[in-house]
């Protein structure tokens, strides 16, 4: 057995932790990233709780820059460089960020990045530390977003009734009026009464059944989910599906449908769905188009999601109606079904349709000139689901 004075660990009775020591205790927090980076922003140091963390083992990250473990979208923000930047002007820096893993998933993160000083008081390098707070940061967008769906689910409600109060029961009385008129006068009628009475009965049916039907679909949507089934396909085979079905409804006004998407370009949605959102854009399109106008449908790529423009020479609108046209209310929808337009009720279905699929809408509009209506939709299936709540900054202390 050794004396205290032959061991080297021990001085005075005090004992003096080794460099492999603090590495142990570094490598025992497996629920946090420690590394640190040279000057030249490398990596040179990888702790065990790093490889479970981001995947990589030590020899595939050592001498790899800094900037391996941000998103692609941070990395054209400068975000690396911003980093190092405030820990050098401020001692530390510390953020709550989405970061990238070995295996291309993404992970919510609270991060600290300080700079590492010798003992003779020389900069050498940086210390990044990172703890995973994806569940705490889902949990949290969870909440909010139930929170603000149980809000829209009291407001959908409202509007239903509203509607079925108004803009159902007030027409199906004036059918109910008219068929009570036809039973009782039939017998002395002219045949031309008749006949303009029948026509106004089976417009003004065919009309309810299709308000009806965009509530049923508008109600099935937003709380059946699920028959909510997204998957990879192909966006051209359904342009070509709903301009099959319009063909008639267009070529009536001589108005020229085409497409201008790339047969192999491909969105991450529910098909059916898809079908309707088209369907209801280029059908309110086709309506409010005259004769020897044109609808064209292109797309374009834009990072991670297929934005999709539906343009007409239409009437346009105004910029009263577009600040409107996606939250529809009652006197509205009555006002477009009163002047057979019909868009109040399907763009808010629309609208529904590409919240579900990760999507989001918009128009662009000059009176006389013509519509835009823009759309977008998810290229793959997104890695991860951010929820619509305002950014969440955690504690330090977490």
């Given at each position: 057995m050794k004396n205290k004075q032959d061991n080297p660990k021990i001085l005075k009775n005090k004992y003096l932790p080794t460099a492999e020591f603090y590495s142990q205790i570094i490598d025992s927090l497996q629920d946090y990233s420690i590394?640190?980076?040279?000057?030249?922003?490398?990596?040179?140091?990888?702790?065990?709780?790093?490889?479970?963390?981001?995947g990589y083992e030590v020899d595939e990250v050592i001498g790899e820059p800094f900037d391996l473990i941000f998103t692609d979208e941070d990395l054209k923000k400068g975000i690396p460089k911003r980093e190092i930047q405030t820990a050098l002007k401020e001692?530390?820096?510390?953020?709550?960020?989405?970061?990238?893993?070995?295996?291309?998933?993404?992970?919510?993160?609270?991060?600290?990045?300080?700079?590492?000083?010798?003992?003779?008081?020389?900069?050498?390098?940086?210390?990044?530390?990172?703890?995973?707070?994806t569940y705490r940061k889902q949990s949290e967008d969870s909440i909010k977003k139930y929170v603000k769906e149980l809000e829209d689910l009291n407001t959908h409600k409202e509007s239903v009734m509203a509607i079925l109060s108004h803009d159902l029961r007030s027409p199906l009385s004036s059918i109910i009026g008219t068929a009570k008129y036809l039973k009782e006068n039939f017998h002395k009628m002219k045949a031309d009464s008749v006949q303009e009475m029948l026509d106004l009965l089976y417009k003004s049916s065919t009309d309810e059944l299709e308000m009806l039907d965009y509530l049923v679909e508008w109600a099935r949507i937003k709380y059946a989910s699920d028959i909510f089934?997204?998957?990879?396909?192909?966006?051209?085979?359904?342009?070509?599906?709903?301009?099959?079905?319009?063909?008639?409804?267009?070529?009536?006004?001589?108005?020229?449908?085409?497409?201008?998407?790339?047969?192999?370009?491909?969105?991450?949605?529910?098909?059916?769905?898809?079908?309707?959102?088209?369907?209801?854009?280029?059908?309110?399109?086709?309506?409010?188009?005259?004769?020897?106008?044109?609808?064209?449908?292109?797309a374009k790529c834009k990072d991670d999601k297929i934005i999709v423009q539906v343009k007409d020479t239409g009437i346009g609108m105004s910029k009263e109606i577009m600040e409107k046209i996606f939250t529809p209310q009652l006197k509205a929808l009555s006002e477009t079904r009163k002047k057979d337009k019909g868009a109040g009720i399907g763009l808010l279905l629309v609208k529904g349709f590409l919240e579900k699929n990760g999507g989001e809408i918009w128009v662009e509009s000059i009176e006389g000139e013509g519509s835009s209506f823009y759309f977008t939709l998810p290229i793959e299936k997104p890695l991860h689901k951010i929820g619509s709540s305002d950014e969440i900054m955690f504690d330090e202390s977490v």
């Open positions: 590394f640190t980076l040279d000057k030249e922003f490398k990596i040179n140091s990888w702790s065990a709780g790093s490889t479970k963390i981001f001692g530390r820096a510390t953020d709550n960020r989405w970061h990238i893993a070995k295996d291309k998933s993404l992970f919510y993160a609270f991060g600290l990045v300080f700079p590492l000083i010798s003992l003779d008081g020389v900069m050498i390098g940086y210390v990044k530390i990172l703890q995973d707070l089934s997204p998957t990879k396909i192909k966006l051209t085979e359904y342009i070509n599906k709903v301009f099959e079905t319009l063909n008639e409804a267009a070529s009536i006004n001589t108005i020229n449908l085409h497409h201008e998407i790339e047969e192999n370009t491909s969105v991450f949605a529910d098909g059916k769905m898809l079908i309707s959102i088209i369907q209801n854009i280029v059908s309110n399109a086709i309506k409010h188009t005259g004769k020897g106008g044109a609808i064209t449908v292109s």
